[in-house]
């Protein structure tokens, strides 16, 4: 899987976490409000990116943020497993419309 939902265990248990994000990416979590307040993007099996869910009129949108260019197979990658994984959100609540969009890191 991908994206790892706020809280997981696979953040928050390491107790050496440059095993799965670098220091750099850590620290950007943390500003975000803290480890497991957000949730992530793994990108060959390290943090690369952040996602949240948007909902809308009626639309639910995977909004994915790298914390740098992805490579066109790993965006394609992420983008795939992304959409999968809201119309899987969305079904429950019977949405038709959903996405996935992509954010430009600041």
Known sequence: ????????????????????VSDEYRKRL????GMGS???V???GFVGGTWKTQRA???VTQEI???EALSRKHRD???D???RFVRFIARPEATEAYGVRFVETN
């Open 1 to 20: 899987m991908r994206f790892l939902p706020r809280f997981d265990n696979a953040l928050l248990s390491h107790a050496d976490q440059v095993r799965i």
């Open 30 to 33: 943390i500003a975000s409000g």
């Open 38 to 40: 957000v949730g992530t």
């Open 42 to 44: 793994l990108v060959d």
């Open 57 to 59: 009129r009626g639309e």
């Open 65 to 67: 943020e790298p914390f």
């Open 77 to 79: 990658a992420v983008a």
């Open 81 to 83: 497993e992304g959409e």
